[in-house]
Nanobody, 126 residues
């Protein structure tokens, strides 16, 4: 059984930074694409950022480009989301997910992920 555990969420002020972490256990996810989704109250879940299995291909939602960076560490079986210049509209529950096969980052948007984390809350105050 694969378990994805997110951490790093919290309450911050607009303009602050946060790093979310997602550590996987149960099996190596080196051949999976991984990504971060978010869901704000009353809104649909959306893909925020994704990364291919080898890190060579990434995807970002337009509204987070130049503010968010996704990267992964195969040795730690983990994926991270570095968020800077946070805005109140970034407030949401952030979910980590993994999709196989992971040749491209776009597969996270095109296919239903195989695994999901439980989510971590990010709250940005103005």
């Amino acid at each position: 059984q694969v378990l994805l555990v997110e951490s790093g969420g919290g309450s911050v002020q607009a303009g602050d930074s946060l790093r979310l972490s997602c550590e996987a256990s149960g099996r190596p996810l080196s051949s999976y694409a991984m990504g971060w989704f978010r869901q704000a109250p009353g809104k649909e879940r959306e893909l925020v950022a994704a990364i291919s299995w080898n890190g060579g291909n990434t995807y970002y939602l337009d509204s987070v480009k130049d503010r968010y960076t996704i990267f992964r560490d195969h040795h730690k079986n983990a994926v991270y989301l570095e968020m800077s210049s946070l805005k109140p509209e970034d407030t949401a529950v952030y979910y980590c997910a993994a999709t196989f096969p992971g040749r491209t980052a776009q597969v996270m948007a095109e296919s239903r992920p195989n695994y999901w984390g439980q989510g971590t809350q990010v709250t940005v105050s103005s």
